[in-house]
């Protein structure tokens, strides 16, 4: 009786010891997404000024740092949308 316990103590140190780790691939994704972030913010710094866009026939004056933002921001949660829809493909045909 004592063993198992022992053991099932062993079993859950392993579980929770994994959990916190970092593997190389998320370490380096997360340096990617870092330094684009940095770059992203240093483009739209860098590129305030006005400009017009011209949208089904309605002509817009805004700043630069407003379309760069939005289209990023538009383009990330396209890219969450279609992982999450890949994700559920995967998970369906298992």
Do not use: C, H, P, W
């Not at 062993?10 to 190389?24: A, H, N, R, V, Y």
């Not at 817009?60 to 933002?69: G, K, P």
């Amino acid at each position: 009786m004592e063993s198992q316990k022992s053991e099932q103590i062993k079993d859950e140190k392993k579980d929770s010891s994994g959990q916190g780790k970092i593997t190389l691939k998320q370490r380096l994704r997360i340096i990617f997404l870092t330094l684009l972030a940095i770059l992203l913010i240093t483009f739209v710094v860098q590129n305030s000024n006005r400009i017009e866009i011209e949208f089904l026939n309605m002509n817009f004056r805004v700043r630069i740092i407003y379309v760069i933002l939005s289209s990023a921001i538009i383009g990330g949660i396209l890219g969450v949308l279609l992982l999450k829809i890949r994700a559920a493909k995967k998970k369906k045909s298992k």
